[in-house]
């Protein structure tokens, strides 16, 4: 059974970068594309960026091209995303995810995810 373990979230100021990570364990990694959800206060959980399983394709929402990056370790079987020029609405509890339709179908199994807040 797959099991993910998102860290590094933490509050940060309008403007800061962070970087998350997502342990992935239970299966064979590389087997899978990966992904990266969100859930804000008062909102539905949302897609934020996917990767497939040898790093050669992304996608990524609108909402987030051009500051966040998304990537993996398949050595590791570790999963990224990078977030810079951070904006208060981005404020949500980031979770990781597989994905088994590309890109945004996730296959239903989350961890705990791990909370970022954007001070404005």
């Known amino acids: 059974q797959v099991q993910l373990a998102e860290s590094g979230g933490g509050l940060v100021q309008a403007g800061d970068s962070l970087s998350l990570s997502c342990a992935f364990s239970?299966?064979?990694?590389?087997?899978?594309?990966m992904g990266w959800f969100r859930q804000g206060p008062g909102k539905e959980r949302a897609f934020v960026a996917a990767?497939?399983?040898?790093?050669?394709?992304?996608s990524y929402s609108d909402l987030v091209l051009g500051r966040f990056t998304i990537s993996r370790d398949n050595n590791k079987n570790m999963v990224y995303l990078q977030m810079d020029s951070l904006k208060p609405d981005d404020t949500a509890v980031y979770y990781c995810?597989?994905?088994?339709?590309?890109?945004?179908?996730?296959?239903?199994?989350w961890g705990q995810g791990t909370l970022v807040t954007v001070s404005s």
């Open positions: 995810a597989v994905i088994t339709d590309w890109p945004r179908g996730a296959s239903g199994a």
């Open positions: 239970g299966g064979t990694f590389i087997n899978y594309a």
């Open positions: 990767i497939s399983w040898s790093g050669s394709s992304t």
